[in-house]
């Protein structure tokens, strides 16, 4: 199970620090990502990371802006995210490696097997 936290309503320029604690699977050793959404656009990755946990990839849109990080000690990732646009508004999602399709995140591909319920964060 992944939990996300860390959404809320923030002004331009502003800044959030999305949490997503892992339970019943350990993150060390396997591919972590954030996913965004709008309504009825399709999900795209914002940023991941590497089973070592030190490569770190992101989309074109946020680079510079966001950064992707790992607590192995509390199972946990995060998603540092600074000069927030408005077109940064939308759905955030957690997912780990799993067995289910691939996505790329820049140059990482990732076969996503488990889903967060998301948390939203809104930039106006």
């Known amino acids: 199970q992944l939990v996300e936290s860390g959404g809320g309503s923030v002004q331009v320029g502003g800044s959030l620090k999305l949490s997503c604690v892992a339970s019943g699977y350990t993150i060390s050793g396997n591919r972590m990502a954030w996913f965004r959404q709008d309504p009825g656009e399709e999900r795209e990755g914002v940023a991941a990371?590497?089973?070592?946990?030190?490569?770190?990839y992101y989309a074109d849109s946020v680079k510079g802006r966001f950064a992707i990080s790992q607590d192995n000690a509390k199972n946990t990732i995060y998603l540092q995210m600074n000069s927030l646009k408005p077109e940064d508004t939308a759905t955030y999602y957690c997912?780990?490696?799993?067995?289910?399709?691939?996505?790329?995140?820049?140059?990482?591909?990732?076969?996503?097997?488990?889903w967060g319920q998301g948390t939203q964060v809104t930039v106006s």
């Open positions: 990371l590497g089973s070592s946990g030190d490569s770190t």
């Open positions: 997912a780990a490696e799993g067995s289910g399709r691939a996505r790329r995140i820049g140059g990482l591909w990732i076969p996503v097997g488990f």
